[in-house]
């Protein structure tokens, strides 16, 4: 069910709706290029690695921004942080070797997972956050899963870069749903 309920939801659900996509579209691409380097950490893997976060940094700021009308922006600024220091993290881990990377992402995934699902659930009037909600909590438990692995014999990023996948349909399905909100239904 989609509610509107406050001047400026449609306005913002539109905003939330094509940035949406655009996650969709990069998570995707981004994925498929970072399988390629999942063996081992070259350049371009620890490029891939370190850009992905940035853009997670730069989708909350654009949020931000769409959503101010809409309610406070204080967990998305907090998120601009965590990415930010997920970047520069992976840099710095990839200097040590993929089990450090994974620590890192796991860490970040738990925390950026987190925000998301309260983001979402702060949202929940807008309509279309369900899939926020459930994805934030697949990342908490996917972040686990990275630091969990990251003790494995001969750990691999495969797991790591699968993980933009879900999140992709999920920001593909939000989006779809924010469809209504965003024509004021």
């Known amino acids: ?38 063996e081992h950490l070259g350049p371009l893997a620890v490029t891939l690695l370190v850009l992905y976060p940035l853009f997670d940094v730069a989708a909350a700021v654009v949020d931000a921004r ?48 987190l925000i998301q699902l309260l983001v979402g659930a702060t949202r929940r009037r807008m309509g279309g956050q369900w899939p926020m909600i459930i994805s934030g909590g697949i990342s908490v438990l996917a972040g686990g899963a990275f630091i969990a692995g990251a003790a494995a014999d ?17 920001f593909l399905i939000s989006a779809l749903r924010l469809g209504r909100a965003a024509k004021g239904d």
């Open 1 to 38: 069910m989609t509610t509107v309920a406050a001047p400026g939801i449609s306005t913002t659900a539109a905003a939330l709706r094509r940035l949406y996509l655009v996650r969709f579209a990069f998570a995707i691409v981004w994925a498929l290029v970072a399988f390629t380097t999942a």
């Open 66 to 113: 769409a959503s101010r009308t809409t309610g406070s922006p204080a967990l998305l600024y907090a998120n601009v942080t965590v990415s930010l220091l997920a970047a520069v993290g992976l840099a710095v881990a990839s200097t040590s070797g993929i089990p450090a990377v994974l620590r890192v992402w796991g860490a970040w995934a738990i925390v950026a997972g």
């Open 154 to 170: 001969n750990p691999t990023l495969t797991n790591a870069i699968g993980y933009a996948i879900p999140g992709a349909i999920f």
